[in-house]
């Protein structure tokens, strides 16, 4: 209750509609949020899930979306200095985490061995030109010094939701993914990279030109800073930082 006492000020006299483009690692959790939202408030996010990339080039190109959530920094404050979002709007909303994961018990080892053994046909990655986990998963390869041998074995998907199926599948063996895609899951085997072999993954989030006079765009990134958002993004796995 004091949650929506404290956003219905900021939401508009009858219930709104918020456009909202939502980073693929971050889709368990964004309906959550969206669900717990429109129960404090009675406005309704539209979520749409892809990759970073991706969003950026349709927001450059028109797109109406209204509030961007990004799986990286870089994006965010691209299009703010485009004059595309609102001034002084960007945040950091999570801090993303990177997992080796495989839908087969025990193929994955806690230490991560398997990438050296390499007894496997198949690696999933995200792009890492439009996912910033993909970038994450070939950062860590390299740091590792395995990149080379394990090149070959990659299966890219175009956002970190179809490198989860890609794995989920069988479709490749074991594959770089979002903690939070797995930290729920009671199956399979997972290695949780250390950050020290890839830069921290700051999620940021924008309000976009066509939300910057919307109050209940305006209500809903208020409410990713507040303490019941913050706790829903930390069970999934991710650092905040407010």
Same mark, same amino acid.
């Given at each position: 209750?004091?949650?929506?006492?404290?956003?219905?000020?900021?939401?508009?006299?009858?219930?709104?509609? *918020?456009?909202?483009? *939502?980073?693929?690692?971050?889709?368990? @959790?964004?309906?959550?949020?969206?669900?717990?939202?429109?129960?404090?408030?009675?406005?309704?996010?539209?979520?749409?899930?892809?990759?970073?990339?991706?969003?950026?080039?349709?927001?450059?190109?028109?797109?109406?979306?209204?509030?961007?959530?990004?799986?990286?920094?870089? !994006?965010?404050?691209?299009?703010? #200095?485009?004059?595309?979002?609102?001034?002084?709007?960007?945040?950091? +909303?999570?801090?993303?985490?990177?997992?080796?994961?495989?839908?087969?018990?025990?193929? *994955?080892?806690?230490?991560?061995?398997?990438?050296?053994?390499?007894?496997?046909? %198949?690696?999933?990655?995200?792009? @890492?030109?439009?996912?910033?986990?993909?970038?994450?998963?070939?950062?860590?390869?390299?740091?590792?010094?395995?990149?080379?041998?394990?090149? /070959?074995?990659?299966?890219?998907?175009?956002?970190?939701?179809? &490198? +989860?199926?890609?794995?989920?599948?069988?479709?490749?063996?074991?594959?770089?993914?979002?903690?939070?895609?797995?930290? #729920?899951?009671?199956?399979?085997?997972?290695? !949780?990279?250390?950050?020290?072999?890839?830069?921290?993954?700051?999620?940021?989030?924008?309000?976009? #030109? /066509?939300?910057?006079?919307? /109050?209940?765009?305006?209500?809903?990134?208020?409410?990713? #800073?507040?303490?019941?958002?913050?706790?829903?993004?930390?069970? +999934?796995? +991710?650092? &905040?930082? %407010?």
């Amino acid at each position: 209750m004091a949650l929506a006492a404290a956003l219905l000020p900021l939401a508009p006299a009858c219930a709104a509609s *918020v456009s909202v483009a *939502v980073a693929a690692n971050f889709t368990a @959790p964004a309906r959550e949020l969206a669900a717990d939202f429109q129960h404090a408030t009675g406005d309704t996010l539209q979520l749409s899930f892809g990759s970073s990339g991706q969003f950026a080039a349709q927001i450059t190109q028109g797109a109406p979306f209204e509030v961007f959530l990004s799986a990286d920094a870089a !994006r965010p404050e691209k299009l703010a #200095k485009m004059g595309l979002g609102a001034p002084g709007s960007v945040f950091t +909303y999570a801090t993303g985490k990177l997992v080796l994961w495989s839908a087969v018990p025990g193929l *994955v080892d806690d230490q991560g061995k398997v990438l050296r053994a390499g007894k496997f046909a %198949h690696i999933a990655i995200a792009n @890492p030109q439009a996912a910033p986990y993909g970038a994450a998963a070939i950062e860590t390869m390299r740091k590792l010094g395995v990149y080379a041998a394990l090149a /070959p074995k990659f299966v890219t998907g175009e956002s970190i939701n179809q &490198t +989860y199926q890609f794995v989920a599948t069988g479709n490749a063996e074991l594959g770089f993914v979002a903690l939070s895609q797995v930290i #729920k899951a009671h199956k399979g085997s997972a290695w !949780r990279v250390p950050q020290s072999l890839y830069t921290p993954i700051a999620q940021d989030a924008v309000l976009l #030109k /066509p939300g910057e006079n919307d /109050p209940a765009a305006r209500a809903f990134m208020a409410y990713l #800073k507040s303490p019941a958002a913050l706790a829903v993004i930390r069970a +999934y796995g +991710y650092a &905040t930082t %407010h």
